[in-house]
Nanobody
Framework: QVQLVESGGGLVQPGGSLRLSCAASGSIFRVNAMGWYRQAPGKQRELVATITSGGSTNYADSVKGRFTISRDNAKNTVYLQMNSLKPEDTAVYYC???????????????WGQGTQVTVSS
């Protein structure tokens, strides 16, 4: 079993900041790529940002220059620093990760339960 536990969501005014965290635990030993996705009401889930085990990052055009993804490999944790938030950033944010167990078996990818981010005045 693999668990991804997210934290850090909430209500913030436009222009404000939030930091999301997601920790992977359970049978996952070596985490490969980690990422954040979001889903707004009535819309499909979309990629926000991803980061490889080596630290290479990829961002959606809509968040470039405002959001920063980072990770702590020792803690199997990924972070998303969100600055200059806009109402259109309102969504449920989901963490995603894949990796291997202690025996070297590939486990596939997993999703967190989601954390709500609401940007409103």
């Amino acid at each position: 079993q693999v668990q991804l536990v997210e934290s850090g969501g909430g209500l913030v005014q436009p222009g404000g900041s939030l930091r999301l965290s997601c920790a992977a635990s359970g049978s996952i030993f070596r985490v490969n790529a980690m990422g954040w996705y979001r889903q707004a009401p009535g819309k499909q889930r979309e990629l926000v940002a991803t980061i490889t085990s080596g630290g290479s990052t990829n961002y959606a055009d809509s968040v470039k220059g405002r959001f920063t993804i980072s990770r702590d490999n020792a803690k199997n944790t990924v972070y998303l620093q969100m600055n200059s938030l806009k109402p259109e950033d309102t969504a449920v944010y989901y963490c995603n990760a894949d990796g291997w167990d202690y025996s070297g078996n590939y486990l596939g990818d997993y999703w967190g339960q989601g954390t709500q981010v609401t940007v409103s005045s």
